[in-house]
């Protein structure tokens, strides 16, 4: 399968979802940006992982799992993001040892794998259907907080229902501007909804 490699653009507080984060993955070669919620340990972890130089005091779940697996003999080869399903990711963690080079594929959530990917330098890849799904296709540009807070501007589905494509567009740009991933995602289903009934 022709996989589309991720990079990790950034993880943001999500405006929608209380404790919750979104962690941005951008697909280089179209800048279409994946963005995935996760939970504040995942964050925390994801961002200890990509600082190389911070150690905490204890081992995390991830460091642990990381060390089993390197006194194991095995190598994270890559993280494969293969499927959304209702707003949810699917991964695997490919791992191959390096005595026999025999391959082990391990099921994990989406922020789970991103959290052992960083710690490994591992790439991270997606499938073009993903993309297609989830993916959103906007430059992100710094933007004044002292504006309202977007997710206040777009509140239910209902209010989406109500206004017409091309305001939809405008939300969308919006929505991630401000950073609201999971506000976007909602437009961008809406969106869709709509070219699927004109199809």
Known sequence: MDYKQLIIRGISYSQTQSGAYALLLEHEETHIKLPVVI???????????????????????????????????YELVSVIIYQIVDGVFFSNINFKNKANNE?????????????????????????????????????????????????????????LKAVSMEELQKLLEEAVKEEDFDTALEIQEEIKRRKKRID
């Open 103 to 159: 391959e082990l594929i391990l099921d994990a959530r989406t922020s789970d794998a991103v959290a052992m990917a960083v710690r490994f330098d591992a790439p991270i890849f997606t499938t073009q259907q993903v993309l297609n799904e989830a993916g959103i296709l906007l430059e992100l540009e710094d933007v004044s907080k002292e504006e309202q807070p977007f997710s206040e501007t777009v509140q239910s589905e209902d209010n």
């Open 39 to 73: 939970g504040n340990f995942e964050a925390q972890s994801i961002s200890l992982g990509l600082e190389k130089d911070i150690h905490p005091p204890r081992p995390l779940t991830h460091d642990l799992f990381t060390k089993f697996i390197v006194s194991a003999h």
